[in-house]
């Protein structure tokens, strides 16, 4: 028997994982405040899931972070879920309580509202309609933010109309859905603007939704990271509005998970994004 302290253990889950920055930024944050402690990328396949979950206490984790394919299962496989989890339909963080309990929160919102805050600080959510283009997991986390800092409106439009119809179903009568092939149109007095989908990623299709109708006193910010200047913030950059790129939602969502884990609160900085793009 040894009377050493355990080294606490984390990292993200997903299938494929190699491609998370989450290591990088964990890694960075454990060194800079001199903790002890280890995050991983776990490449986990769905059917081994709860297997894995149960596991992992067992071997000294105190948490993880979830990915895709894995944000909405979770749920079901957790003890404890957050209020926000359950409206926005997933979860991104996970807690092994001494208890034993799996406590499952998104941390998603914060991380989308953070990060604007950050970036965009003259940014007002009740100062005009939100457009929000996109209606999978990462949409339902923006939507659910941006009516919980008081935005009056939120217009949605997804490629597949069901989709947004659903959001509107779920958080009500202040979310108005468009037409894909309309989308420009949601631009009208908008004051805050969101590519929540996954157009202008690498490996992706190219946001082609024409943004002619956007306002200049608009701020404008992108999901996507990979590439950090998507072609739809050049383009509203170049039409004079504040643009906010997609990496700070990384930071700042990953934030409350470190804190819980290893004890401190780290602060997202530039030094923080430095280090997460530094080959």
Not at 47 to 76: S, W, Y
Not at 230 to 251: I, N, Q, S
Request: charged letters at 20%; aromatic letters at 6%; proline letters at 6%.
């Amino acid at each position: 028997m040894t009377d050493l302290p355990k080294v606490p253990l984390a990292g993200v889950i997903g299938s494929p994982v190699a491609q998370s920055r989450s290591p990088r930024l964990h890694g960075y944050w454990l060194r800079r405040y001199g903790l002890a402690g280890h995050y991983v990328p776990l490449e986990v396949s769905q059917a081994d899931l709860r297997e894995v979950l149960a596991a992992m206490p067992k071997m000294g984790f105190v948490g993880c972070n979830v990915t895709i394919p894995h944000k909405e299962t979770v749920l079901q496989l957790a003890d404890v879920v957050t209020d926000r989890a359950a409206l926005i339909g997933a979860a991104n963080t996970l807690i092994f309580r001494k208890d034993g309990k799996i406590h499952a929160d998104n941390t998603d919102g914060y991380g989308f509202i953070a990060n604007l805050r950050q970036n965009a600080p003259g940014w007002k959510p009740g100062s005009g309609p939100a457009a929000v283009f996109g209606a999978g997991g990462a949409a339902r986390a923006v939507v659910a933010s941006l009516l919980e800092v008081g935005v009056p409106e939120i217009r949605v439009t997804n490629r597949t109309r069901p989709r947004a119809e659903a959001l509107r179903a779920e958080f009500g009568a202040k979310v108005v859905v468009h037409d894909w092939v309309q989308a420009g149109n949601m631009l009208d007095d908008a004051a805050t603007v969101v590519n929540a989908s996954s157009l202008g990623m690498v490996g992706k299709p190219e946001f082609l939704v024409p943004l002619d109708g956007l306002m200049p006193s608009a701020v404008v910010t992108d999901i996507v990271y990979t590439p950090l200047r998507t072609r739809f913030l050049e383009t509203a950059a170049a039409m004079g509005c504040v643009t906010v790129d997609g990496l700070g939602m990384l930071l700042h969502q990953a934030a409350p998970g470190f804190e819980r884990w290893f004890g401190t609160r780290p602060e997202v900085d530039q030094a923080t994004r430095d280090a997460v793009l530094a080959a």
